[in-house]
């Protein structure tokens, strides 16, 4: 079955960086365009970012670009998060998923399985 199972998330200061990764079974994993997705208390789960099967389509949503990277290792299943300049704003629980073909990258309902998340605290 699909399993996505993120991990490397924590505590860190403003400023700080932290590198998230899922670790993905069950599939082709190097078919699915992967994303990452954050949600914060009381608020809706919103895209970070994604990236297509062969790593040549990447888009980041407004507030990360500059701060964050996805890339991904098809040979080891596995899609990272590179977190760096990481601001308060950032704290949310993160999620990794995979899109539905022929979807919108950019919505929640664009993707079928996600992972349990992992938190990230980001202090001032």
């Known amino acids: 079955q699909v399993q996505l199972v993120e991990s490397g998330g924590g505590l860190v200061q403003a400023g700080g960086s932290l590198t998230l990764s899922c670790a993905a079974s069950?599939?082709?994993?190097?078919?699915?365009?992967m994303a990452w997705f954050r949600q914060a208390p009381g608020t809706e789960r919103e895209f970070v970012a994604g990236?297509?099967?062969?790593?040549?389509?990447?888009y980041y949503t407004t507030s990360v670009k500059g701060r964050f990277t996805i890339s991904r290792d098809n040979a080891k299943n596995t899609v990272y998060l590179q977190m760096d300049s990481l601001e308060p704003e950032d704290t949310a629980v993160y999620y990794c998923?995979?899109?539905?073909?022929?979807?919108?990258?950019?919505?929640?309902?664009?993707?079928?399985?996600w992972g349990q998340g992992t938190q990230v605290t980001v202090s001032s």
């Open positions: 998923t995979r899109r539905i073909y022929g979807t919108t990258w950019n919505e929640a309902r664009s993707y079928d399985y």
């Open positions: 069950g599939f082709t994993f190097s078919t699915f365009f």
């Open positions: 990236i297509s099967g062969t790593s040549m389509i990447r």
